[in-house]
């Protein structure tokens, strides 16, 4: 039982980071109804930007919000110099746009940091948190902590302030809402800042367990995209839930299912995607999309 | 009285094919004017063409200023509130959601909850469902939503595209009903389009007829009303 509870909390922690993750993707999938494939890799480079501000001396939580402010400013940047020329090409023209920027970061952070992993320090002390008999990592219950205080801060901003009232129009109803007088081009471009913020939040958690080098995010894009898949790509709620599962189920496969063990919990990821897809293909919490044709 | 919206020589494009052949009219600030027309003679087109929505060349100057070159956005921040053909609902936020990102285009936020207590005494159906999602109103209730919503703004120009569009008359009447006690109440200026001639003839103050996109016609609406042509072809009697 105490292994089990473990196993689930630690499921958890990675559950959050697939789910800060799988909510950037489906902010910008709402939007636009593009997959961003390049958002894993936009983390990463956040992660190392975080990294070379920690090495300058910068204390962790200085380096931490500044990462966020810098990821915020380059995806609303990314929007509006990349993706806004190509935003009336068809869906299929930008999904190839975000993969091509996907090899861009990857290449760029071999380019500039070299491909060595790195350590990344953790905010939270070394030692274990013991409750009775269980044991808990204190990463994992700060990374766990860490998201959920992002995730609620979304939240109250996407559900009582104008602005996100304003981007939730946009996403839902870009004629009407250019009718209202909103920019709709400014609210998708704030749509990436926050998604790249999301990202990075996903990849400083996510460095310390995994050591920072360029493909530190491949996995746990793909992940993302389980969760996201999971929780249905048009719901953002369902994106956080389908993220939670992912990990928790992930971690009590590779524990419990003999054969799986480290090696091949990946293969469950990709397994989980191509049920969903066959039994239910909006997801938990996702609505069915009709198109007229 | 000094014109508030002057079209002149407006033409407009969906792609290659020309919609409006130079389309001449003007509207009377605080007046209601209503362009008649069949379907497809270019109505919601000309709508489309003052938000911006479509391609054009001619001009429209809107409170003496040219909006030729302006975005869609930008014309409504000057006062222009549209409610488009199929009401443009927000349909998975709230009534009162609806009701508050009809404000974003105001240039200030002093008097929005003095307008809510406007729209929500004009439609009192609205306040009761408020914390509805709109999706869950019924066709009536929706373009009830498009006309608060637009005048949320407090705008000077409000255009109307068919309210009342496959409604059933008796919840036309009412809509048409707080129109004319809007215009009173902050002497909005009325751009109606409308199909029920008869209605819109009631409620006008002005008409253009408007002929496969061009104005054959225009007057006072108690002259047209009388007009032999106006009344076989659009009244019907």
């Known amino acids: ?89 068809p869906i299929l023209a930008i999904v190839i746009v975000t993969i091509g920027l996907l090899v861009i970061f990857n290449s760029v952070a071999n380019w500039i940091y070299t491909g060595t992993q790195k350590p990344f320090p953790s905010p939270f002390p070394k030692e274990p948190i013991k409750f009775g008999e269980i044991v808990f990592g204190a990463h994992d219950l700060g990374q766990i902590g860490v998201t959920l205080v992002v995730l609620l801060c979304i939240f109250l901003f996407f559900r009582f302030t104008p602005l996100g009232l304003a981007m939730r129009a946009a996403a839902q109803n870009p004629v009407s809402s250019r009718l209202v007088g909103i920019r709709v081009g400014w609210m998708l471009a704030l749509g990436w800042g926050l998604a790249a913020l999301f990202g990075a939040v996903a990849g400083i958690m996510v460095a310390p367990n995994l050591f920072l080098d360029p493909n530190m995010m491949l996995g746990v894009q793909i992940y993302a995209f389980a969760a996201a898949t999971l929780g249905g790509f048009t719901s953002p709620v369902g994106a956080v839930v ?46 069915s999309v009709v198109k007229r044709v | ?83 488009p053909e199929g009401r443009g609902t927000f349909t998975h936020l ?57 005048l949320m703004l407090n705008p000077r120009l409000l255009l109307l595209d068919e309210p009342s569009l496959g409604l059933a008359p008796l919840i036309v009447k009412e809509i048409f009903r707080i129109l004319r006690a809007a215009n009173k109440d902050s002497g909005v200026s009325i751009l109606l389009v409308e199909q029920n001639a008869a209605l819109a003839l009631d409620l006008a ?28 072809s659009y009244l019907g009697y």
């Not at chain 1, 990675?14 to 910008?28: C, P, T």
Request: charged share 20%; glycine share 12%.
């Open chain 1, 1 to 89: 039982m105490d292994i089990f509870l473990q196993q689930v909390v630690s499921g958890l922690a990675s559950g959050s980071i697939y789910a800060a993750l799988a909510l950037a993707l489906v902010m910008i999938y709402e939007a636009t109804d593009v997959v961003n494939f390049a958002q894993g890799e936009m983390a990463m480079f956040a992660t190392y930007i975080c990294w070379s501000l920690l090495d300058a001396g910068m204390p962790y939580w200085g380096a931490f919000f500044a990462t966020l402010a810098i990821a915020f400013v380059g995806g609303v940047l990314i929007e509006r110099t990349i993706i806004r020329p190509v935003e009336n090409a």
């Open chain 1, 242 to 287: 389908g993220g939670l599962i992912v990990g928790v189920v992930e971690n009590l496969v590779g524990t419990y299912v003999g054969f799986i063990g480290t090696e091949l919990k990946f293969t469950v990821a990709l397994a989980l995607i191509i049920v969903v897809l066959v039994v239910k293909p909006s997801g938990l919490f996702g609505r």
């Open chain 2, 1 to 83: 009285m000094s014109s508030l919206l002057e079209v002149e020589g407006l033409e407009a494009y969906y792609g290659r094919v020309k919609a409006l052949h130079g389309v001449n009219f003007s509207i009377q600030e605080g007046g209601i004017t209503t362009i008649l027309g069949a379907n497809g003679a270019g109505k919601t087109t000309t709508l489309r063409a003052i938000s911006r929505m479509v391609r054009t060349a001619g001009s429209i100057r809107f409170g003496g200023s040219s909006i030729d070159a302006l975005a869609t956005e930008d014309v409504v921040r000057l006062g222009v509130a549209h409610a």
């Open chain 2, 94 to 150: 709230t009534v009162e959601e609806n009701l508050r990102i009809g404000c974003w285009g105001r240039k200030s936020n002093a008097g929005v909850e003095a307008d809510f207590k406007r729209v929500y005494g004009y439609f009192p159906v609205l306040r009761e469902r408020s914390a509805q999602t709109a999706a869950t109103l019924s066709g009536g209730e929706q373009q009830m939503l498009a006309v608060a919503r637009a």
């Open chain 2, 205 to 232: 103050d002005h008409v253009f007829l408007l002929e496969t996109g061009r104005v054959v016609m225009e007057g006072p609406s108690e002259v047209l009303r009388k007009d032999d042509s106006i009344r076989k």
